[in-house]
């Protein structure tokens, strides 16, 4: 059974940098789609940035030139780089793997990411989420 499991969040200053961590067990990074999906207090689930078994990227456009998502194969984690962020970057952390990984966007089921996580369950293993904080 597949499970994964987030580290890193914590609190910094408009500006600075935070690295989260997802390490997967049961599976390999490079057999399945890993990433981020976050949730802000009150607005809907977003799916921030994915990597796929082969090593492509997306990254939401909010996100594109601050964020970096990389694999590494051997320790079996996915990582996170964030930088220059942005008090609007506050937000529990959800790290997911699936087959393929699927936006909430405009979906009715995605107005939290509690509610899109129940929705996919079937289809994607989520984390246990961690909480960014980025404060002006």
């Known amino acids: 059974e597949v499970q994964v499991a987030e580290s890193g969040g914590g609190s910094v200053q408009a500006g600075g940098s935070l690295r989260l961590s997802c390490t997967i067990s049961?599976?390999?990074?490079?057999?399945?789609?890993m990433g981020w999906y976050r949730q802000v207090p009150g607005k809907p689930c977003v799916l921030v940035s994915t990597?796929?078994?082969?090593?492509?990227?997306y990254y939401v456009d909010t996100v594109k030139g601050r964020f970096t998502i990389s694999q590494d194969n051997a320790k079996k984690m996915v990582h996170l780089q964030m930088n220059l962020l942005k008090p609007e970057d506050t937000a529990v952390y959800y790290c997911?793997?699936?087959?393929?990984?699927?936006?909430?966007?405009?979906?009715?089921?995605?107005?939290?990411?509690?509610?899109?996580?129940?929705?996919?369950?079937?289809?994607?293993?989520w984390g246990q989420g961690t909480m960014v904080t980025v404060s002006s």
């Open positions: 997911a793997a699936a087959d393929s990984l699927h936006s909430p966007q405009g979906d009715r089921h995605g107005s939290t990411c509690l509610n899109w996580n129940s929705y996919v369950r079937n289809l994607e293993v």
């Open positions: 049961g599976g390999t990074v490079d057999e399945v789609d």
């Open positions: 990597i796929s078994s082969d090593g492509r990227a």
